[in-house]
């Protein structure tokens, strides 16, 4: 299997020339040159195998350059009952992506029962095995550069813990983060992880990892490298996950179903159209955001208008806060028929526009927009009302709590969804992480995995910088040179 740019001026790569790394050099996105095709037979066979057979089984159709033996090594060490399932036992955890059935036909993928409680943690510990084996065998080193506001650092940080060869440069806003979050990241002690908290805000704190990233020279002699979510190896452990969905809510491989899935970068979604590209029956796929709008009206309008900085609100559902969405271009490029020129042309609009909030493209009137029903979305907004109102309801009917993201995906599923079709929503994080909203719509404080009870009271361990990037790379090439 060999991957191709989005932008189609790139050579050709595999699996592994591409793990490590970012854009491809043309500044697109990687995606196979064809989609591998499951065939009925093997979705028979697929239906009965446990989560980690069932990633051996998915990702050796994309990995096809990791010997069989090391990837199910990889695979098994990564996906088990104890890593997700933080020692709760409410649940059939044996399942790693257990199903909550709330009455027929409507169903929740619990994706946020790793280390960090959120779906992040489903691709990023797969992501921190293979770049452990995949640097040991170039006997080679990387040094992780990010910055996070939540979700994204503490997946990565728990994902790369006492990896060797790797350390963890991870930035956050001095004091702008939930107790519960910093608690997360800043209790871990080990010595590969450095946790820097930057007197500014979160943007201060990108413009540095910028800024040090294109420091091509540093970059290079520092061996500096990220783990954003355009990283093809997140969005492929990604896939498996709507396989084990679709199995556990269906009793054949005739039925049909709709994925409900909350959404920023595009990313989690893009594995589902993946795995329906591969075969898999999924009739709809329902984009959820929340007042962060940008995809719903692309996939209503056909205009894909990315937001100025104005015009990026602070929601309730912070991780879906988004001005644009980093993996949307590979959707695009499947929906241009893999057209590289097409798909430059749009970003070129796209990053001219970024700044501003005009239309970066429009695909009305074009055979682009008669294609986009054949790709089955539908999509849908939910706001900070709605999401108080979707918790609520859920308490009340079910028993049964859900963070403000889920919430958002379920709002817009059950809105969207064709009653043909049962719907299966993905659930992005649990609502132990988001205790404020939680107390605002329930008037109690979540529930809270046993692991976690009392973490805030655990030492923390960071080193505070100013939004200096001198001080930054000073801090770096003292922590890499020992
Ligand atoms: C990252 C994240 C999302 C958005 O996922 P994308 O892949 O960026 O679309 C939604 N919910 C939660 C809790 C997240 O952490």
Not at 105 to 128: C, R, W, Y
Not at 289 to 316: A, C, I, K, M, Q
Request: hydrophobic share 40%; aromatic share 10%; net charge negative.
């Amino acid at each position: 299997m060999k991957y191709i740019s989005t932008r189609g001026n790139a050579p050709a790569k595999s699996f592994t020339e591409i793990l490590l790394g970012g854009l491809a050099p043309d500044g697109g996105l990687y995606l196979p040159e064809q989609y591998p095709q499951v065939t009925r037979a093997e979705l028979d066979v697929w239906r009965k195998l446990s989560y980690a057979d069932l990633a051996f089984a998915v990702l050796s159709k994309f990995a096809t350059d990791i010997p069989a033996n090391d990837l199910r090594a990889i695979i098994n060490k990564t996906y088990t009952t104890a890593i997700y399932s933080n020692g709760r036992a409410d649940s059939d955890f044996t399942q790693i992506t257990p199903l909550r059935t709330l009455e027929p036909g409507v169903h929740i993928l619990e994706l946020s029962n790793g280390p960090t409680l959120a779906f992040k943690d489903m691709a990023m510990q797969l992501l921190g095995n293979l770049f452990e084996y995949a640097l040991d065998k170039q006997h080679a080193e990387l040094n992780i550069l990010g910055a996070t506001s939540g979700d994204t650092g503490s997946a990565a940080e728990y994902a790369m813990r006492g990896k060797r060869g790797i350390r963890v440069f991870m930035l956050s806003p001095h004091g702008k983060m939930s107790g519960f979050q910093r608690a997360q990241m800043y209790s871990l002690q080990d010595p590969n992880i450095f946790n820097i908290a930057i007197n500014g805000i979160f943007d201060d704190a990108q413009d540095m990892v910028k800024a040090v990233s294109n420091d091509h020279a540093f970059k290079a002699k520092y061996k500096i490298g990220t783990v954003n979510s355009i990283n093809w190896a997140r969005v492929s452990a990604q896939i498996v996950y709507y396989f084990k969905g679709y199995f556990a809510a269906t009793k054949s491989n005739d039925e049909q179903v709709a994925f409900s899935v909350p959404s920023g970068n595009f990313g989690n979604i893009c594995a589902g159209h993946i795995a329906r590209m591969m075969g898999l029956p999924i009739g709809q796929l329902i984009l959820a955001t929340n007042e962060n709008d940008v995809l719903d009206e692309f996939f209503r309008t056909g205009v894909y208008r990315p937001r100025g900085t104005d015009h990026t609100y602070e929601t309730s559902s912070p991780s879906m806060d988004i001005s644009k969405a980093s993996n949307f271009e590979r959707f695009v490029f499947d929906l241009v028929g893999r057209d590289g020129a097409k798909v430059r042309e749009f970003w070129s609009k796209v990053d001219a526009a970024s700044s501003s909030d005009t239309a970066a493209f429009d695909i009305r009137g074009t055979s682009y927009w008669e294609a986009l029903p054949k790709f089955d979305f539908a999509s849908g907004k939910s706001t900070h009302q709605d999401r108080l109102k979707t918790i609520c309801e859920l308490w009340e009917e079910y028993g049964v709590m859900i963070d403000p993201h889920t919430a958002d995906g379920l709002k817009v599923g059950l809105e969207q969804r064709r009653p043909s079709l049962p719907l299966i929503c993905l659930e992005t994080a649990l609502p132990a992480k988001f205790a404020e909203t939680i107390q605002e719509a329930l008037g109690r404080e979540p529930e809270r995995p046993a692991a976690l009870e009392g973490i805030e009271k655990l030492p923390q361990h960071f080193d505070t910088l100013p939004p200096d990037v001198a001080q930054l790379k000073a801090f770096i090439a003292a922590r890499v040179q020992s």
